[in-house]
């Protein structure tokens, strides 16, 4: 039951330039999208989220876009810094309910010095 | 800055043992969760809690799970009868009052079942 995927499994970019997290959800039920960082012995830090009114989150370094027609959300991090490396959940849940998230497999993604 | 504590931060047990997760959330939180990650797997929802009941729950958590909220700070998982597959982290959560209040997470217990 693999309603959220991350199909790449690992991602190594160069300092400074830009990183692009990719995630495809199947239930179109879910309204509001999240990523969460998880560095190794911790737990899930949440980044940004978005509703599926909005096509686009900006946050710092960060921005969610988000193409309901397609099911796809994308996470891109503008410029990346080695302290981003780790490994990136997307998430989706259905709103006015009681938040069962729903998690992708994670990307790891390696940013170069 | 406010955050969910958890302990232990590893518990190792033997198979048919009775082990009890502890949380504390973030203090005027009203909405509890605990998830699991598998090695090498995605997170998965366990249960949510709210109002002093489970609100939600998935396939996972079946009888051999139960979640408690002892008194106004800690929030507990107990698995009764241990299996190996049970071996994970287990990741508490917990949200504020929005139905879109982010759910910030505790760092964990890794429980290894021999």
């Known amino acids: 039951d693999q309603q959220v995927k991350q199909n790449s499994p690992s991602l190594s970019v160069q300092e400074g330039r830009i990183s692009i997290l990719n995630c495809d959800y199947t239930?179109?039920?879910?309204?509001?999208f999240l990523w969460y960082k998880k560095y190794p012995a911790e737990g899930p830090t949440f980044l940004i989220s978005i509703s599926s009114i909005k096509d686009k989150n900006e946050d710092g370094r960060f921005t969610v876009f988000l193409n309901k027609s397609a099911k796809h959300l994308s996470l891109h991090i503008v410029p990346s810094q080695p302290g981003d490396s780790a490994v990136y959940f997307c998430a989706a849940y259905l709103s006015g309910g009681y938040q069962k998230v729903t998690f992708g497999t994670g990307t790891k993604l390696q940013v170069i010095p | 800055e406010p955050e969910v504590t958890q302990t232990p931060s590893h518990q190792v047990t033997q198979m048919g043992q009775e082990v009890i997760l502890r949380c504390v959330p973030i203090s005027n939180h009203l909405y509890f969760y605990w998830y699991r990650q598998i090695l090498g797997q995605k997170v998965e929802f366990l249960v949510s809690f709210y109002n002093n009941e489970i609100s939600e729950k998935s396939e996972i958590f079946d009888d051999q799970f139960s979640v408690e909220r002892p008194d106004g700070s800690n929030f507990t998982l107990k698995i009764r009868s241990t299996k190996l597959e049970d071996s994970a982290m287990y990741f508490c959560?917990?949200?504020?009052?929005?139905?879109?209040?982010?759910?910030?997470f505790g760092p964990g217990t890794r429980l290894t079942v021999l």
């Open positions: 239930n179109s039920m879910f309204d509001y």
């Open positions: 959560a917990s949200s504020g009052v929005g139905s879109t209040d982010t759910q910030y």
